[in-house]
């Protein structure tokens, strides 16, 4: 064939593209410009199409050539004046020129491709049969339409779905909302052209199905409509199955490529039953009265338009009434108001052919001008790829790392040249990255929006009243984000409904309304999205869940007694938590609300609960804007950066000199520092870390960033904070991601790479938040079988090389970290000065006889026991750590000073009994506190 | 069949090991790292490699090998894995050598500790055992 030579057919390709590129849109000019027509445009879109015949002609492609020449045949006798340039007309070379285009995109197989309907509806035109049906009609005609639809390019396609989706998203909606206001036209009528929509495009791309359920659909609105009987549960039912088909049917054709055999004609045919039942029962009433109910029953003028509108609503409603006239008089002003500047231009030559054949309808030239209406709109939009803007965002991300790396640069050297270029660099490069982050933005309505429909379908499964409410649907989200969410609020609207609000009966016995309302609430608090579920049902039930914490070993029933009730509400987050009595379909296995909270946390977020009983439960969630780029703070630890997330950020405190020495104060071994008054609990970012004290430079600076997790402050000392600077987050390899105390990682400005800390993990870490939850959980199984009373709180101490001791930390006052060069000597005792006493000091390698470790210099840690106004420091190598525990495997020791020995942590420890060491080295000490 | 392959071979501790080439995204020298406090004891640290972020896993360490003498320096054996790229960090890069699928023998059981699951099998060489390691297991990691 003469396809051998690829090079000339890929020109030929082009070039043909090109010329059809302009058509378009000079067609629809034509079309507006109506019998004034420019002749000068006709020419060129004559010209266009006849190269294109031409080359067609030359290279052997009969298919392409056929449909090039009738067309040019049709425009020549545009040009000539012999035709009208009415949408019918346009319509079908538009159509035309689409499967041109078509043609184009597999120009292989384009001989092979069917394009006879737009070849007969050309010959129909140039036969002056101008009411003959536009080619997508004459599609539908053909069975199943296999080879018509190759002629759909994959675009027209996708772009089909995706409307089409939005289409059903939007009936239901209205759906909806016309199940609470059963009266409102305005809703019927954004239905109707929702479903109309729908089934114009099916029809028009040859999916039978689908049109025939809409069209079915759409003559249930049409009835409706026309007053023929009002909307009521049972038809709000249909319509909602009927959507529910059609998105099948659409799901089929996205991911098979046909519509499936799963929804049959049955239900099409079921749904037009269901309207003939409708309508007789209505008859039989008596139509007078549904039509007296429409206020606009008056007879409105017989608009050219309206016959056609009333035609597409309902054949059915023909049918079954004998007056037509009926129909049409009662036909809504606002409906043709809504309809009629479509339908003016686009219908009157059809109209002749439908009031004949009333069955086959063409919907497409409303979608058509439907779509043409909303150009408007749609000019200013693009669909993109959301690889492309992840693409876009790292992108950005990598240039936020050059500019910062750039104006480190930059304050080293002193040009004022470089200086103003780089202050626009870093305007630009801020710009660029606010405008790629709104790119990705989306209003959490999206996904919201399916949310109506959920709670609907739920609250008739619990037999509830449940009304859904949102406020700030507008309030944008990342992409990335909404998509995490999307299933932990799916998951709390249906915990809501099922558990949160009471029946109706229960309701009212309450005083409340027998509906109960959830709402959804977003909005945007300081730089982070606030996301609240609100019920007003009956609340938490927080005797049942203290007891269920109980029954489930979860908790003990001391911890229990000592949460406050917000605490307690907060378990539900607990893994394996469920107090539903019985597991319904819907929630209550007690998966969930554990997944729901690991879920945000992953992204950043925290998820809080207040419930207050008989009033309701609220469940708020924080999360961040954006996961891709965050301001953040950077401090240091051992010469290692780390970056913490400005949102978990407080304030900073820094303790200088004598009060880096005075104001943080211990209890029970744990570092507390008053911040105005108020306990703040310290972490050392360095014992977190494991990272060995600094012993070389006693610090006279103590760096304190107050953090939040969970609602709860805490302080991480730190050895230096840096800056403040915008990092790009970037994932944790596999290999890091169970290391609780990191998020993410970034690379600095220097091009090293830095670990971003996870506040909420380091505080757990440090048993900062929910100390006792996480303990709850982690020791149940051996505290539930075992007595709680053998629990003791010991402070395990290094001393020498391998011996450890512990203590009841009730017996320590206070941890110190003494200088070894301050220890002076007084009545053969080691004693250091301390808060302006003389503190006697007591080591326990020479009381115990431990072997002592070679110790150089630098600090050495000290015990303080203090009773009444005397104290004495314990010398010890190490302070090991702080356990709770039961103490098992003990054996008696008969060496003075010990009590007993046991295992801790595995590791073989002896029980100072503190007072016989005392006593040991200063006999007179517990006397002397006798005798003051 | 495939008789062949093409293995990219490196020293640990006198030993002679080989991953696939075709695994192997690149060879580089030494790099600064960042350190991972609280990370598996045989992740060395994190490499900025051209702005992808990497994590450096010491082999020796990995391997249960006596660590490398102070002051010698590792060379990086990218590899690509399911997560993106990782470091392997081995005392000296070899050459790529080409191996017959004959020469092939499964460890013998006797070899036992970590090298058990991550030493596939030798290749016996002229007068050396060329030793191919599981990259795929390599790089899995058990946080403790």
């Known amino acids: ?932 | 069949m495939i008789a062949s392959r093409q293995l990219c071979t490196f020293l640990l501790d006198g030993h002679l090991f080989g991953v696939d080439a075709q695994t192997v995204q690149e060879v580089i020298r030494y790099q600064e790292m960042t350190r991972v406090p609280k990370a598996p004891a045989a992740v060395s640290g994190l490499i900025n490699l051209r702005g992808q972020i990497v994590t450096a896993i010491d082999l020796r360490t990995r391997l249960g090998m006596k660590p490398r003498e102070n002051g010698k320096r590792p060379m990086n054996v990218v590899v690509r894995s399911d997560d993106g790229a990782v470091s392997l960090l081995v005392d000296q890069i070899g050459d790529v050598i080409e191996v017959d699928a004959e020469n092939f023998e499964s460890p013998p059981d006797t070899l036992q500790g970590p090298s058990r699951e991550l030493v596939q099998g030798a290749y016996k060489l002229n007068g050396r055992l060329l030793l191919l390691l599981n990259c795929a297991e390599a790089v899995q990691l058990v946080t403790e």
């Open chain 1, 1 to 932: 064939m003469s396809f051998e030579d690829a090079e000339l057919l890929k020109e030929f390709v082009v070039e043909s593209q090109e010329h059809l590129a302009d058509v378009e849109n000079q067609l629809l000019t034509l079309e507006s410009q109506g019998d004034a027509m420019d002749v000068g445009l006709v020419n060129k879109v004559f010209r266009a199409v006849h190269s294109i015949k031409g080359a067609a002609g030359f290279m052997g492609l009969e298919t392409l050539g056929g449909l090039a020449h009738r067309s040019e045949e049709v425009l020549n006798k545009l040009r000539n004046k012999e035709l009208r340039p009415t949408s019918l007309v346009i319509n079908t070379l538009l159509r035309a020129a689409d499967q041109l285009k078509a043609l184009l995109d597999q120009i292989e197989a384009s001989n092979e491709m069917d394009v006879t309907p737009h070849i007969v509806a050309l010959e129909a035109i140039l036969a002056g049969e101008e009411a003959v049906s536009t080619p997508e009609v004459s599609a539908n005609a053909t069975p199943e339409n296999t080879k018509y639809e190759i002629g759909i390019s994959s675009e027209a396609l996708r772009e089909f779905l995706i409307e089409s989706f939005d289409n059903l998203e939007q009936a239901e909606r209205d759906l909806l909302a016309l199940e609470r206001h059963p009266g409102a036209d305005d809703l019927l009528n954004s239905v109707f052209r929702s479903i109309h929509t729908i089934k114009g495009s099916a029809g028009f791309l040859g999916y039978l199905k689908a049109e025939k359920l809409t069209h079915a659909a759409e003559s249930v609105l049409g009835s409706i409509r026309s007053g023929n009987f009002p909307f009521d549960e049972s038809v709000g039912e249909r319509l909602f199955t009927t959507i529910d088909a059609v998105r099948r049917i659409l799901h089929s054709i996205e991911s098979e490529g046909h519509e499936g055999s799963e929804v049959t004609g049955e239900l099409a045919t079921q749904i037009e039953d269901f309207l003939q039942e409708k309508l007789s029962q209505t008859t039989a009433k008596g139509k007078k009265k549904g039509r007296s109910t429409r206020k606009s029953a008056s007879t409105s003028k017989p608009d050219a338009a309206e016959p056609t509108i009333e035609a597409s609503l309902s054949v059915e409603a023909r049918r079954a009434q004998p007056d037509p006239e009926v129909t049409v008089s009662s036909a809504k002003p606002t409906i043709a108001q809504v309809t009629a500047p479509k339908m003016e231009t686009a219908q009157p030559p059809e109209a002749a052919p439908k009031a004949s054949s009333p069955t086959r309808l063409s919907p497409a030239p409303t979608s058509s001008s439907n779509s043409s209406a909303e150009s408007s709109a749609s000019d200013s939009t693009i669909r993109v790829d959301v690889a492309l803007l992840d693409k876009l965002m790292t992108r950005v991300g990598e240039l936020v790392l050059a500019r910062n790396q750039i104006l480190q640069f930059n304050s080293t050297i002193d040009d004022s040249a470089l200086h103003s270029a780089m202050q626009r660099l870093n305007l630009i490069t801020t710009e660029l990255q606010e405008g790629v982050m709104k790119t990705r933005m989306q209003p959490i309505g999206t996904v919201w929006s399916k949310f109506p429909r959920l709670v609907r379908d739920l609250a008739t499964m619990c037999e509830k009243q449940v009304r859904i409410e949102m406020e700030g649907k507008e309030t944008e989200l990342d992409k990335t984000i909404i998509e995490a969410i999307k299933d932990p609020l799916t998951h709390l609207v249906r915990n809501t409904v099922d558990h949160g609000i009471e029946r109706p009966e229960v309701r009212a016995q309450n005083g409340k309304p027998t509906e109960g309302c959830l709402t959804l609430r977003a909005y945007h608090e300081g730089g982070q999205v606030n996301i609240e579920i609100c019920d007003d049902g009956a609340g938490l039930n927080l005797g049942r869940i203290k007891a269920k914490a109980v029954e489930k070993g979860l908790m003990t029933l001391e911890q229990v007694a000592r949460m406050a009730d917000r605490d307690v509400g907060n378990l539900i987050f607990l893994p394996g938590f469920s107090t539903a009595e019985k597991v319904s379909n819907v929630s209550g296995r007690g998966v969930g609300m554990d997944v729901v909270k690991t879920n945000i946390e992953k992204i950043g977020g925290t998820v809080d609960l207040q419930s207050k009983p008989g009033l309701g439960t609220t469940i708020k969630i924080k999360i961040p804007l954006t996961l891709a780029i965050i301001p953040a703070l950077i401090i240091t630890s051992d010469s290692d950066r780390y970056a913490i997330p400005q949102v978990n950020l407080m304030e900073l405190v820094r303790l200088e000199g004598e009060e880096s020495r005075t104001s943080i104060e211990w209890i029970q071994g744990a570092p507390v520092y008053r911040l105005r008054g108020r306990l703040l609990p310290l972490v050392y970012l360095r014992n977190e870390l494991g990272i060995p004290k600094d012993e070389s430079k006693t610090s006279e600076i103590v760096n304190i960033v107050v953090l939040r997790a969970d609602d709860r402050q805490f302080g991480l000392v730190v050895d230096n904070i840096n800056d403040s600077e915008e990092i790009v987050v970037k994932p944790l390899s596999k290999q890091l991601k169970n290391v609780s105390v990191y998020s993410g990682t970034t690379i600095m400005g220097d091009g090293r790479v830095a670990l971003i800390l996870d506040v909420m993990g380091l505080a757990q870490s440090a048993h900062v938040v929910t100390g006792t939850k996480e303990r709850a959980v982690s020791d149940s199984n051996d505290r539930a079988t075992t007595n709680n009373s053998n629990m003791q709180t010991l402070l395990v101490l290094g001393v020498g090389p391998n011996r450890r001791f512990a203590l009841p930390i009730a017996q320590v006052t206070r941890l110190e970290k003494l200088a070894m060069d301050k220890v002076e000597r007084a009545d053969h005792q080691e004693v250091v000065q301390y808060r302006g006493e003389i503190l006697p000091l007591i080591r326990l390698t020479d009381t115990l006889g431990v072997e002592p470790s070679n110790h150089s210099g630098g600090l050495m840690d000290v015990v303080v026991y203090s009773e009444d106004d005397r104290s004495v420091g314990l010398v010890v190598d190490q302070i090991v750590d702080i356990v709770e525990t039961e103490l098992i495997n003990t054996r008696p020791t008969q060496r003075v000073g010990l009590t007993q020995s046991a295992v801790i942590n595995g590791h073989v420890t002896d029980l100072l009994d503190l007072p016989a060491v005392i006593r040991m080295v200063d006999p007179s000490f517990f006397q002397t506190t006798l005798n003051a």
